[in-house]
């Protein structure tokens, strides 16, 4: 139960146990057993009430006093998390939230039990609670990095190590916790899945300040935290203090936990952390917009989620904004603009078409450059002559039904005309970008041929010009060796001999 | 008393040791990870003004030795001094190159954020970077035949050119001491050339800088000094003297077909000569 994914798949089960068990009380971690009279209400027998129109409006236009208190927590809560979850994704410490999310719970207990022994009955003040929750949440870092440091234990057992340790303590304690008279009332429990419902103004003046805090610290220290997340070896040959830095990062990540405690719970908070961090790099390459977008993201997602969980008072609401802020990420995920699914297929798809005209017009070129008169003008030749799909097929070894296919494109695009049935003539247009496609063809070709001994990759060779990529004097020197070769000539002569044969190796 | 009299150096030993003219001296140090100690006992001086290869094995040390004189590992023993003084005294003065493969390139920054990092200690805490910064950072850019590239996100670059901009980020800091970790590993013909140049380039203005080298056949090439390491110093000084057939089976031990093929290249040039 330590990722991100089991812990969305965690809430889905709460909340299908909650669709599918309308006495609430469920069997796995203790939570309120006592459905509130305000909950009774949406889920009838087995089937979950859909909301009337009225309470549709009344919610959207955040009537409820309460509603508008909790939507205001929740979001400040979301944008703050957002904001910290990308420096904690980039980092990659997004496990290191979830084991200090797990460590606050001891800390409540005992926060508890001290609170009460010092004034019986004032156990339940709640900034002290939080405070206890925070302590904890630290003492779990400071374990985890003091196993690392001494032990030969490899980082993922010494983070089931500490979360388990410290979430077993937190649940004995609890059960001492319940058995005080006073223990039992207080509640406590809702740390664990979150209570929404109840946040009071108070609370949200505590978040409030806590994020605030955070959102201040990230601005001030945002090129800090840049240079550790991405490089902490150079940063620390600096001088940056990358220990302190690191442990200030996951200072703020226990400040969001213990503001999160309250709305979504321990179990779940994480994914307040890291959901909308991980959806916005799907959005952009950017990290001052990645930051911004994940807080959109996570101030959003848990807005929109508290107002479902309005509408549907009877099912969890911690849960309910955890998945609504899936669905945010899901999305993200689809149709992202930088790097979603979508974009990747529709890029692949145009690569491929990319390709396929490159291959065309180089098949048009060669079939051609016989017939034409190297010395003169190649563009201006090529126009007049008329081709066929039959010359093309054996140019490259591809079928006649995508040979069909391509042309027909080329037709579209301008870059061949149909003369005669089956018969096919290069455009002006057409006949440049030949010429152009071919022309950086073989100066590539020549250019591996002479000098590189490893290719630079990431190049297309028919359609990025030499000039991008090469160093002026390379290409010189290439047109160079080109001149001397074939004199009067604006596109070398290929280096092999052209056939279908020939082209499955380039 | 007296025993601590005995065992403690004298004053003008340390000097010698450490002469302060020098940009990097290294005492009789040891690195150990966890028990196992990677390299021991090392006694080096680097030359001012000089192209120094660092030449060994795999697991010879060499990322150690540099991560050691960087305060980044821990040392067991011995002790390091940067043009003469201790090394969080001269940061400002010594430039870094880390193992391309050490960070995640998939960051969501572009070529001029990356370089611009290496003036980060220069812009101090809590301040942004600025346009004068950024400025820098291009020109830096500039010089190793990147500044074309400036606005693209890191993973779009090809190995070679994500190599050439760690080597401007460290630029940037103009340091007097240059410390790289494979920069020549897995790069394209064109990006060994653009390093290369920088690298002269650097020692035409004085700079002393340190280079982990993979590649046995460029050293003569490239570097005035070796430094042939595998967990001990096995030898240091110019080019011409030290890096022998000898002294290479010394460090390489019994990889021979790698020896042989160098040697065979060596003798070539010797009787070219």
């Given at each position: 139960m330590n990722s991100v994914p089991t812990r969305i798949g965690f809430a889905l089960v709460v909340v299908a146990v909650w669709f599918g068990n309308p006495s609430g009380a469920a069997a796995e971690p203790p939570h309120d057993t006592h459905p509130s009279r305000a909950t009774a209400r949406s889920l009838s027998r087995d089937r979950l009430e859909w909301p009337s129109w009225d309470d549709v409006t009344r919610t959207l236009l955040l009537r409820d006093y309460n509603t508008r208190i909790v939507a205001i927590g929740t979001t400040m809560l979301g944008v703050a998390a957002g904001i910290v979850g990308v420096f904690t994704l980039l980092r990659r410490r997004s496990l290191l939230g979830d084991v200090i999310s797990h460590s606050t719970l001891p800390g409540i207990a005992i926060a508890f039990l001290v609170m009460e022994a010092i004034e019986p009955g004032g156990g339940k003040w709640l900034p002290g609670l939080l405070i206890g929750a925070w302590l904890a949440g630290l003492a779990g870092i400071v374990c985890t990095k003091l196993i690392l440091r001494f032990t030969r234990i490899k980082e993922d057992a010494a983070l089931a190590i500490v979360l388990s340790v410290f979430f077993g303590a937190g649940m004995a304690l609890f059960k001492v916790v319940q058995d005080i008279p006073s223990g039992s009332q207080?509640?406590?429990?809702?740390?664990?899945?979150?209570?929404?419902?109840?946040?009071?103004l108070a609370d949200v003046w505590i978040i409030a300040e806590v994020s605030l805090a955070i959102v201040v610290i990230i601005g001030l220290l945002y090129k800090e935290f840049t240079l550790l997340s991405f490089d902490d070896k150079f940063a620390a040959s600096q001088g940056w203090p990358i220990f302190r830095l690191d442990l200030l990062l996951m200072l703020l990540v226990a400040g969001v936990t213990v503001i999160g405690l309250q709305s979504v719970g321990l179990l779940l908070v994480v994914a307040m952390l890291i959901t909308p961090a991980a959806a916005a790099r799907f959005w952009s390459d950017r990290l001052g917009r990645t930051t911004l977008i994940a807080a959109l993201l996570g101030g959003s997602g848990a807005f929109c989620g508290v107002l479902i969980s309005a509408m549907f008072?009877?099912?969890?609401?911690g849960p309910v904004i955890v998945l609504t802020g899936v669905c945010f990420f899901l999305v993200s995920m689809s149709f992202g603009v930088r790097r979603g699914v979508v974009v990747r297929v529709a890029m692949h798809r145009q690569l491929k078409a990319a390709v396929g005209r490159q291959h065309i017009l180089r098949a048009l070129f060669e079939f051609l450059e016989p017939q034409c008169n190297p010395t003169a003008p190649m563009s201006a030749q090529l126009v007049n002559h008329i081709v066929s799909a039959s010359d093309l097929q054996p140019m490259r070894s591809w079928t006649p039904k995508r040979l069909r296919r391509l042309l027909r494109v080329a037709e579209r695009s301008d870059f061949i005309a149909a003369v005669r049935a089956g018969g096919y003539r290069l455009t002006t247009r057409g006949a440049e970008l030949a010429h152009r496609v071919v022309r950086n063809h073989r100066l590539w070709e020549l250019y591996l041929i002479e000098y590189a001994d490893i290719a630079p990759s990431h190049v297309d060779r028919d359609a990025d010009d030499i000039e991008h990529l090469l160093a002026p004097d390379i290409v010189e020197s290439l047109e160079q060796l080109l001149s001397q070769r074939y004199p009067h000539m604006t596109v070398p002569p290929s280096p092999h001999a052209i056939d279908a044969t020939s082209e499955l190796t380039t | 008393m007296i025993r601590s009299v005995l065992t403690q150096p004298s004053r003008s030993k340390i000097e010698n040791e450490h002469p302060?003219?020098?940009?990097l001296s290294i005492h009789d140090m040891t690195v150990a990870y966890h028990r196992k100690p990677v390299i021991w006992d090392i006694d080096y001086t680097a030359p001012q003004g000089k192209l120094v290869a660092i030449v060994g094995p795999n697991g010879a040390g060499k990322s150690t030795l540099i991560s050691a004189v960087l305060d980044l590992v821990p040392k067991a023993s011995g002790e390091v001094r940067v043009f003469g003084e201790e090394y969080h005294k001269q940061r400002n003065r010594v430039g870094y190159v880390p193992q391309?493969?050490?960070?995640?390139?998939?960051?969501?920054?572009?070529a001029l954020n990356v370089v611009a990092m290496g003036l980060y200690r220069k812009i101090g805490w809590c301040l942004p970077v600025m346009r004068r910064h950024r400025q820098t950072a291009m020109e830096a850019l500039d010089r190793v035949g990147m500044a074309d590239y400036a606005k693209r996100q890191i993973s779009q670059l090809s190995g070679g050119q994500q190599q050439r901009v760690f080597l401007a980020r460290a630029l940037v800091?103009?340091?007097d001491l240059y410390l790289m970790d494979e920069p020549f590993a897995g790069v394209d013909a064109s990006t060994e050339r653009a390093i290369v140049e920088i690298l002269r380039e650097l020692r035409e203005r004085g700079k002393t800088t340190l280079v982990v080298h993979h590649d046995l056949q460029t050293v003569t090439e490239y570097f005035d000094h070796v430094l042939l390491l595998n967990m001990r110093l096995v030898a240091t000084g110019p080019t011409s003297e030290v890096f022998t057939r000898e002294n290479l089976r010394k460090t390489y031990g019994g990889k021979l077909a790698l020896l042989d093929q160098v040697g065979h290249k060596m003798t070539l040039g010797e009787s070219a000569r």
């Open positions: 207080a509640g406590l429990n809702h740390f664990i899945l979150g209570k929404t419902a109840s946040m009071v008072p009877r099912l969890a609401a | 302060a003219s020098s940009p391309r493969e050490s960070v995640d390139w998939d960051f969501p920054v572009n800091q103009d340091a």
